[in-house]
Nanobody, 120 residues
Framework: VQLQASGGGLVQPGGSLRLSCVAS????????IAWFRQAPGKEREGVSC???????AYYKDSVKGRFIMSRDTKNTVYLQMNSLEPGDTAVYYC???????????????WGQGTLVTVSS
């Protein structure tokens, strides 16, 4: 499986962005796609993940009510980010795994990352 993330950019506080992650290759090997983020000087943290089989998404408390993860039928997942805050500034990565969790070590395949900067 290969993952390609896109959609990052500069946005003002309170604004919105939508990230995309396109999966190609043997996508049936993995049922979970997750979004992680890593801010400068901080550890990589899970943000949300989705079961591709049924579309159920899970969120970290820090983004609940602001971020929405979804998937289409063509191996693309999205992360709609609303009410963005400066603390959301980070490089965002999508990753593929087999179990619903937010531990990066459980994810085998990673996309290249896309930078999200929230600043006025």
């Amino acid at each position: 499986v290969q993952l390609q993330a896109s959609g990052g950019g500069l946005v003002q506080p309170g604004g919105s962005l939508r990230l995309s992650c396109v999966a190609s290759g043997h996508t049936s090997d993995y049922d979970v796609i997750a979004w992680f983020r890593q801010a400068p000087g901080k550890e990589r943290e899970g943000v949300s993940c989705i079961l591709h089989s049924n579309g159920v998404a899970y969120y970290k408390d820090s983004v609940k009510g602001r971020f929405i993860m979804s998937r289409d039928t063509k191996n693309t997942v999205y992360l709609q980010m609303n009410s963005l805050e400066p603390g959301d500034t980070a490089v965002y990565y999508c990753a593929a795994g087999q179990y619903v969790n937010f531990d990066p070590s459980y994810y085998d395949v990673w996309g290249q990352g896309t930078l999200v900067t929230v600043s006025s």
